[in-house]
């Protein structure tokens, strides 16, 4: 069965910056890439980036580059999303998820609600 | 980026009826050397994550009821979904997967 574990609930200042884990088994993390995506309340599923663990190269949505950044660690599996400068607009729930074969996403994590508040 | 039009925004179907979804890509989604359409369907229900449904336009994924069907190729794709029933209640997106960034439709929030 194939989980991706995600780190709990964070409540951020704004400016500040937080970081999510995903935690996957090994052969996930060694064969398939691994996707970013968030919703805002209400609002629909925005692609933030992905990585390719085993080569750990990212690739990051034009929108976000400069303000994330995604990373693996193969002694555990996990990989990790940072997003930072943050704003109330990046209230949302954090999603990992694995990318199948081509690019669509076949699981996900259960997500992570990030709170941006003063 | 490629744009992904979704409609309707919402519908209303009636138990047993059969709802159809569309979604409009900007770009040709026809991945010529397998011939195939990078284009999903998520369906998400409230307080869950999304699940996959529908990849390469028209393939189930494991364990999806064959009331879920999709079709097209190019630009223009549909979801259909047979013989409705009440726990197809959900907001369903497209998405492709052609180009980084991946794109999803806006969704189409589905009620009986």
């Known amino acids: 069965q194939v989980q991706l574990v995600q780190s709990g609930a964070e409540v951020k200042k704004p400016g500040s910056s937080v970081k999510v884990s995903c935690k996957t088994s090994?052969?996930?993390?060694?064969?398939?890439?691994i996707s970013w995506v968030r919703q805002a309340p209400g609002q629909g599923l925005e692609w933030m980036g992905g990585?390719?663990?085993?080569?750990?190269?990212?690739n990051y949505a034009r929108k976000f580059q400069g303000k994330l950044k995604i990373n693996t660690d193969e002694s555990t599996s996990t990989a990790y999303m940072e997003l930072s400068s943050l704003s109330s607009e990046d209230t949302a729930i954090y999603y990992c998820?694995?990318?199948?074969?081509?690019?669509?996403?076949?699981?996900w994590g259960q997500g992570t609600l990030v709170t941006v508040s003063s | 980026d490629i744009v992904m039009t979704q409609s309707p925004d919402s519908l209303a179907v009636s138990l047993g009826e059969t709802a159809t979804i569309n979604c409009k890509s900007s770009q040709n989604l026809l991945y010529g050397a397998i011939n195939k359409n990078s284009l999903a369907w998520y369906q998400q229900k409230p307080g869950q994550p999304p699940k996959l449904l529908i990849y390469w336009a028209s393939t189930r994924d494991s364990g999806v009821p064959d009331r879920f069907s999709g079709s097209g190729s190019g630009t223009d794709f549909s979801l259909t979904i047979s013989s409705l029933q009440a726990e197809d209640v959900a907001v369903y997106y497209c998405q492709q997967y052609f180009r980084t960034p991946y794109t999803f439709g806006q969704g189409t929030k589905l009620e009986i």
């Open positions: 090994r052969d996930t993390f060694n064969t398939y890439a």
């Open positions: 990585v390719i663990p085993i080569y750990r190269r990212a």
């Open positions: 998820a694995r990318e199948g074969s081509g690019g669509y996403i076949d699981f």
